[in-house]
Structures are given as C-alpha cells and as structure tokens.
C-alpha cells in the first residue's frame, strides 16, 4: 500500500471523521494529534451538535466534549462553524466544567459562526415529547433537541419560499415565518423573543400531547435574557470562512466530526440516522477550494459499538466490553457492542469519499474471548454501494439489508498488526495510529514518518 506523502503535521488540514455510528474516540484522537504537531492552532467543530460526546482523558484529568473542541486541555483554540447547531446554555455550562479542570479561559478560546442555529430548551422538550409518542417505534434519538433544531429551520425556510407548511416534523397550520434562531440574534433580545415565542407556538401541540415532565421548559423572556448574556461572553464572526482561512494560513487546524458515517443523514441506516451531515466530502472540497490539501483521518475501534436503536449486523449479547464512558441513555437506549465489521467499514470509507489514513483503537480488547471479524455480510463480497445523496428509499433498502444480515465470521486476529492489516484492506488507506487504551499516553503513530 503507498503512503500519502502529505505528512502529518505539515500544516495541512486534518479532518477526524468516525466510521462507525459514533464513540470511535474522536476526542482522544483530537487531543492526542494536538499535543503531538506543534504548530495546531485551532479545532474546528463543523458537524452535530451538543449530542457530541468526546472523551479525553490525560493525567488525573477527564472531561467529555460536547461543543468545545476536544484539545482545549492544550489551550487550542475552538472554532464553530455552521452547519454544526449551538446550545448556548450547554456551552456555558461546559466552560464552568472546564475551568473547573484547570481551562483558564474557555470562553476566550471560542469563536463562533453567526449562521449557527441556536438549539434550545424548547427544542430539546420537542424532540423528547416525539421520542415519547413514538413508543415501541422510537429512533434512538439523544435527546437533546439537535433533529428538532434543524427540523423546525428547515420547515421556516419552506414556507418562507413556497408560502407553505412543509415536512412531517409541523404538527399544527401555522409555522410561522420568523426565521429559526440563529447565534447571530444572540445578542439582539427582541429578535431572540420573537424567534422564541414563534417556537414555543409551534411546539406547544406536541409538548401539551406529551404532557410528560421531560418536556418543560423555562419561560421566553427568561430564556431571551440567559441567551443574550451567554452571547456577550461569546467572539460570534459573520464570515467565519474567511477567518478559518487566515487561521490555516498560521498553522495546522484540526476539523473534528461528530457521530460516525453510519449516522450520517444521507448515508446511514434510515430513519435510525442523525440530522447532520457527518461525511467529510463537502468540508474536503471546500478546503481544496480554498487551497489546502486536507488529511482525512477514519476512525474505528477493533470492535464494533452503537448506542441505540437501529441495525447493528455483527451486535453480539454474549460479549462482555464495558465502556465506562458509555452507559444507556434515557432516550438515547442501550449501549450496544459487536464485532468488527468489514463490510460496514468498508462502506463507511467509501461514503467519505476516501480516507487517507485511519486510526484503530481499542485494541487492549483484543484477547477477549469471543471476539470475531465479520469480513462481509451474507458471505456477498460485493461492496455495499453509496446510495444517491437524499434518496431515503435506497437507504431504507440498505437498513433492510443490514437489518437481516447475517455476517461471515472467524476469529479476530490477537495482535494489532493483524488486525491493522485487515482495517489498511477494508479501508484502502493505511494504519497511522492505534490506541490500547483511553489516555493520551495510550496512542502512538505507527510509522515515525508520519509525525
């Protein structure tokens, strides 16, 4: 296999991407690469939300990321950048937990997108007021809002263009035609109230079905004064590309995903999927748009994992991995292990449009009884294939297959070069790093050339 020349390090662009369906130790791998290429200047959070959580572990210090980016321990700096959704309130909360572990200034670090959508109470009360309804058919979602605060956006810029209701996500006639809260109205209190009332009247039907204590919320004018003091505190930029590009010009910027690719919204297992478009693609055309080579990095363990509902073809009950960073999620539902899955990882590096290096981690599992490699599904060596971006009918197609799979096994290799080596075959892009274990300390570049 030939390396990519570009070097870690080098000043180029790093995208981290998960090639799972999250929990792929996005956040260590963030921190381990910041405290490794001296010249990081910041960490770019371009996807998902405060759903994010991205563990870091070093010395006596554990702190999971939600919004910050994960090497904020080095002092590195964060940027938002839309399409990734904000929840102010999370955010304030995650810089007291980080001053707490010895951050000086966490707010300081921020620089934020003005176009980022504003996730809040009232949007978390709605998605967890829908999850309630769902039942037995729930979707597995966190929780926290991030498929409502996209929802509700999306269905305001449809009637804004049509001068109709679009979209299974209203639940009365009227949605309004105030735009979506968005961090460039943080500081604007009217405009805030506004937005705030017109989202607590679209959500007030559902919220009153549910009738669930889950789904309360604090008042508008109460909600309007916390925003707007939480957006005083924040640096919030109109042309935050521009900046990101006078950032490059400075250093290596670390872009960290959210999720994994198998939750993509239009490549995984529908309707079990995230609201955010998780795939690296369009952010690597951009970035070579702008003159810069970017590095994308995959991401899996040595095993497979998933929280929630939702296909899981080599998911095995006997195994025994605790995570003690992962437990079941009142909406989220079980935390879930199994196999490591070729075909699965195959498709996720094919669907990020092709990865130039990949990390395993994890690998301290190996040895544990029972452990397998799935090496397709269905013993059909033909590729899972990229489905057309927004056909939801060739994804549910896919879910199906996955859903019925029954995976061609044997044994998982005991050392990581093994097991390196069928990761390098599936994924078409070589082992650059692996991890035996959840801190810093516990990863290591696999070729000295690299970094």
Partial sequence: ??????????????????????????????????????????????????QAAHNVCHGG?????????????????????????VNPLHLAIEADQLSAAGVADPFGLITADAACLVTTPIHAALNRARELLRGNARHGSTGEGIGETRAYALAVAAQARAGTRVGNFCVHTDVGDIPAPRLADLTDRAA???????????????LDAAAHPDT???????????????????????????????????????YEGSQGVLLDEWNGFHPHTTWSTVVPRHLAAWLRAVGHDPFTLGLTRCYATR???????????????PDVHNREGRYQGAWRTGHLDLAALRYAAAVSGGLDGVAVS?????????????????????????????????????????????????PLPETPDAVATLVEQATGAPVVITADGPHRADRTFTCPTIC
Avoid at 23 to 37: M, N, W, Y
């Fill in 61 to 85: 210090r554990h702190h999971t990321f939600r919004q910050f980016g994960s090497a904020s321990f080095l002092d590195v700096r964060t940027v938002l950048r839309a399409p990734m959704m």
């Fill in 307 to 321: 929280h929630g509902i939702g296909p899981m073809p080599t998911e095995d009950d006997l195994l025994e991995l």
């Fill in 216 to 254: 309360a919320h604090p008042g508008v004018t109460e909600l309007a004064d916390t925003l707007a003091e939480i957006g005083d505190a924040l640096r919030i930029v109109d042309d935050v590309d521009a900046h990101l590009v006078e950032t490059m010009a400075s250093g290596t910027v670390l």
């Fill in 1 to 50: 296999m030939t390396m990519r020349t570009t070097r870690i390090g080098s000043g180029a662009p790093m995208i981290v991407v998960g090639l799972g369906y999250g929990d792929e130790a996005k956040g260590a791998t963030v921190d381990f690469l910041a405290s490794r290429i001296p010249d990081t200047v910041a960490v770019v959070r371009w996807s998902g939300g405060a």
């Fill in 192 to 206: 805030m109230i506004r937005s705030l009332d017109a989202l607590a009247r679209y959500a007030a039907p559902l």
């Fill in 362 to 410: 994890h690998l301290d599992a190996l040895g544990t009884a029972g452990l397998w490699v799935a090496h397709s599904w269905d013993r059909d060596d033909a590729p899972l294939r990229p489905v057309v971006e927004g056909d939801i009918d060739a994804l549910s197609v896919l879910t199906t297959r996955a859903a019925v799979a029954r995976p061609d096994y044997s």
